[in-house]
C-alpha cells in the first residue's frame, strides 16, 4: 500500500457512453430527459443480462466537460447564490469537484441490445459512463435522514 495516497493514481475507462438530447451543462429539469447508456467494448448484452430485474440504475460517469483548473478542492458558495452558506466541494454535490466523477440514481425505462434507456440521468450527451449499478434498497440510506434547507432550496427544480 503506498504511504502517501494523496500521491496515488488509478486508472478507469469509460464502460458506456451517453446519448442525450441535452448537450448543454445546465442545472435543472432533469426528470423528464431521457437518455441512452450505450455500452462500449468489450461489453455488450451480456454484460447488461439481468438487470431489467431493477427499477433503478445508479449511474457513475465523468463531468468532463469541467476543465481540471477549474476544480475545487476547498469550499464555495453552491451555485454562487449568496444566500446559501459558503460549503466546502464535499458537502454538495457540485461538478466542478476533485476528481470529477458524478453519480445519479435514475429510472430503468428500456433494456436494449447493448443499451439502456434512463430517466433522470443527470448528464449530457457524450458523457463517458464508468460504471453502471442496479440500485438496491439495502444500499439506500439506513435511518432517518436529514440536510440542510439551502440544499433542498437548490434541489427543487433539479428534478
Not at 24 to 33: E, N, S
Not at 40 to 68: N, Y
Not at 71 to 94: H, K, L, M
Given at each position: 500500500?503506498?504511504?502517501?495516497?494523496?500521491?496515488?493514481?488509478?486508472?478507469?475507462?469509460?464502460?458506456?457512453?451517453?446519448?442525450?438530447?441535452?448537450?448543454?451543462?445546465?442545472?435543472?429539469?432533469?426528470?423528464?430527459?431521457?437518455?441512452?447508456?450505450?455500452?462500449?467494448?468489450?461489453?455488450?448484452?451480456?454484460?447488461?443480462?439481468?438487470?431489467?430485474?431493477?427499477?433503478?440504475?445508479?449511474?457513475?460517469?465523468?463531468?468532463?466537460?469541467?476543465?481540471?483548473?477549474?476544480?475545487?478542492?476547498?469550499?464555495?458558495?453552491?451555485?454562487?447564490?449568496p444566500e446559501w452558506p459558503d460549503?466546502g466541494i464535499f458537502a454538495q454535490?457540485?461538478?466542478?469537484?476533485?476528481?470529477?466523477?458524478?453519480?445519479?440514481?435514475?429510472?430503468?425505462?428500456?433494456?436494449?441490445?447493448?443499451?439502456?434507456?434512463?430517466?433522470?440521468?443527470?448528464?449530457?450527451?457524450?458523457?463517458?459512463?464508468?460504471?453502471?449499478?442496479?440500485?438496491?434498497?439495502?444500499?439506500?440510506?439506513?435511518?432517518?435522514?436529514?440536510?440542510?434547507?439551502?440544499?433542498?432550496?437548490?434541489?427543487?427544480?433539479?428534478?
Amino acid at each position: 500500500m503506498p504511504t502517501n495516497l494523496s500521491d496515488s493514481f488509478w486508472s478507469v475507462r469509460a464502460v458506456a457512453v451517453v446519448s442525450s438530447p441535452r448537450v448543454d451543462v445546465t442545472d435543472d429539469g432533469w426528470d423528464d430527459v431521457l437518455a441512452t447508456v450505450t455500452l462500449l467494448e468489450p461489453f455488450d448484452s451480456r454484460s447488461l443480462q439481468g438487470i431489467e430485474a431493477f427499477s433503478h440504475l445508479d449511474v457513475v460517469f465523468l463531468f468532463d466537460r469541467v476543465d481540471p483548473e477549474a476544480v475545487c478542492t476547498t469550499s464555495r458558495i453552491p451555485r454562487g447564490n449568496p444566500e446559501w452558506p459558503d460549503v466546502g466541494i464535499f458537502a454538495q454535490r457540485a461538478k466542478d469537484r476533485p476528481n470529477r466523477i458524478g453519480v445519479s440514481t435514475c429510472a430503468l425505462v428500456e433494456v436494449g441490445d447493448g443499451a439502456l434507456v434512463v430517466r433522470g440521468l443527470d448528464a449530457v450527451d457524450a458523457t463517458p459512463v464508468l460504471d453502471i449499478k442496479p440500485y438496491m434498497e439495502e444500499f439506500g440510506p439506513r435511518g432517518p435522514l436529514h440536510q440542510p434547507p439551502w440544499s433542498r432550496e437548490l434541489m427543487a427544480g433539479y428534478y
